[in-house]
């Protein structure tokens, strides 16, 4: 059970990580692409996003129950894996101000975050990455 757990676990954090790196890479590209273009490709990031979400969502179901069945609930880990939580809840806010944003656009109704949201996203990678560099320290 904890080997599949593990594999999940993996599997999201890559397919979170990656999933934010290429919307990255497909706005940029639509921010110089000709318009048609541009318009498809702004298409494609909401669809990544949703990859992206879906994974952070597997994470916050396997990551406590490989904390409880492998490590007596995290008790004892330090402060790297104090960090690494709160790097990951950092994260889950960033990525729900994302996500929010976007539904609110979609619906034509007002959103205050709008203007940041080519901050918001090399942030959200960022603090994707920054997670997974305190987990592998905290549990090396």
Do not use: C
């Amino acid at each position: 059970m904890i080997e599949i757990l593990t594999v999940l676990h993996v599997l999201a954090f890559t397919a979170g990580v990656g999933g934010g790196l290429a919307n990255l890479v497909v706005m940029r590209a639509a921010a110089s692409a000709e318009p048609s273009a541009a318009q498809v490709l702004r298409g494609i990031s909401p669809r990544i996003g949703t990859l992206s979400v879906h994974a952070l969502i597997l994470l916050w179901i396997t990551g406590p129950l490989l904390l409880w069945l492998s490590y007596d609930g995290g008790a004892g880990l330090g402060p790297l894996f104090s960090a690494k939580i709160a790097s990951a809840v950092l994260l889950t806010l960033v990525v729900a101000a994302m996500r929010l944003t976007i539904r609110r656009l979609m619906a034509g109704k007002p959103a205050p975050l709008a203007p940041y949201m080519p901050r918001l996203g090399p942030l959200a990678s960022a603090l994707g990455i920054l997670t997974i560099v305190l987990a592998v320290l905290a549990f090396s």
